[in-house]
């Protein structure tokens, strides 16, 4: 059978979304990554006009600290994890070639690369597909969603830095990867671009690179004059015009730094709701523009920014800890 990644602007039944759990992963950013993490969940919720958010605690313990502020719209399930990153550990679900019946794709996880390795981190996906009671495929190759996004048609955008790394698996070629990604998640088209942001942990995953706002459509960052990715997205958007797309620039956040280090931060980590396009921002310049630029992108929702200076302290930001379930 057949089967194919939605867009992420498709409709979606519920998103799955990580609350911080561990105390001794997140220190004294553990309540203030809560609160971020609880108004991201509120702003996709919009008020019981988008989508069922379900927030993934770890334990008991995290499961009662979430419910005690979630709200009423909000569910609240455990499901035990290293930590909140479900964009990469969570299931992936595809529909058939019909659209109709959804499968939850399980692949294998290393910790992006034998980085971070923590207990639960390689279940958590086929735990949650399961409790939802979600058919199960696994996938024998190590994979994580935010390397990908897609457009719907077949298409898929990736970088040679995160897919081609040696640290994941070794012993694919690029043709075996593209067989891979047309097998599992019925993409038949790559867009391969270079590498992702400087210092990301997850060796360029492209949710913070360059996403998809339409079909043959791509979002790609204007670097600012301090920006230290300006390479990085001039190479992507040439890669990307070479390739046949049309490439919509959107604001960059620029030069983001926390206790004297350049951090990751991007707009394009967004996550795309039934009812919103939820934007992280970092009290940057350009955060305003970055929401009113996404909002335009994505007509018929209402544009939002959330703070995610203490999610960022972890690694990654909104899109990272979602996972969405679209609709049949």
Not at 13 to 41: M, N, Q, T
Not at 68 to 87: K, T, Y
Not at 319 to 324: A, M, V, Y
């Amino acid at each position: 059978m057949t089967y194919r990644q939605p867009p992420e602007w498709a409709r979606h039944d519920r998103v799955w979304i990580g609350f911080p759990s561990h105390p001794e992963l997140w220190e004294d950013d553990l309540e203030p990554a809560r609160e971020e993490v609880i108004a991201f969940a509120r702003a996709v919720d919009a008020d019981g006009a988008g989508e069922r958010v379900v927030l993934v605690a770890a334990d008991k313990t995290a499961a009662k600290a979430a419910l005690a502020s979630a709200g009423p719209n909000v569910d609240v399930v455990v499901a035990p994890f290293g930590d909140i990153w479900l964009r990469d550990t969570g299931p992936i679900i595809v529909h058939d070639s019909a659209g109709g019946v959804p499968t939850a794709l399980d692949f294998r996880f290393n910790g992006w690369g034998g980085k971070y390795d923590l207990p639960n981190d390689d279940t958590v996906g086929r735990t949650l597909a399961e409790a939802a009671r979600f058919p199960v495929k696994a996938c024998d190759w190590i994979f994580e969603g935010g390397a990908i996004d897609v457009d719907g048609t077949g298409l898929v955008v990736t970088t040679e830095q995160c897919l081609l790394n040696p640290n994941r698996n070794p012993y694919l070629s690029r043709a075996d990867i593209e067989a891979r990604l047309k097998a599992d998640l019925g993409l038949d088209r790559v867009l391969w671009l270079g590498s992702g942001l400087l210092n990301d942990h997850t060796d360029g995953h492209v949710d913070n690179l360059a996403r998809f706002v339409g079909e043959g459509r791509i979002a790609i960052p204007e670097p600012t004059a301090d920006d230290p990715n300006e390479a990085v997205y001039r190479d992507a958007a040439a890669r990307a015009r070479a390739f046949g797309l049309e490439v919509v620039g959107v604001p960059s956040p620029g030069k983001v730094e926390r206790d004297g280090a350049i951090v990751p931060a991007s707009y394009m980590n967004f996550y795309v709701g039934n009812a919103a396009v939820v934007v992280p921002v970092y009290g940057a310049a350009n955060d305003d523009a970055a929401v009113a630029a996404f909002g335009a992108l994505f007509p018929g929702r209402r544009a939002i920014g959330i703070r995610a200076d203490h999610v960022l302290t972890g690694g990654g930001s909104l899109h990272c800890i979602s996972q969405q379930v679209p609709s049949p």
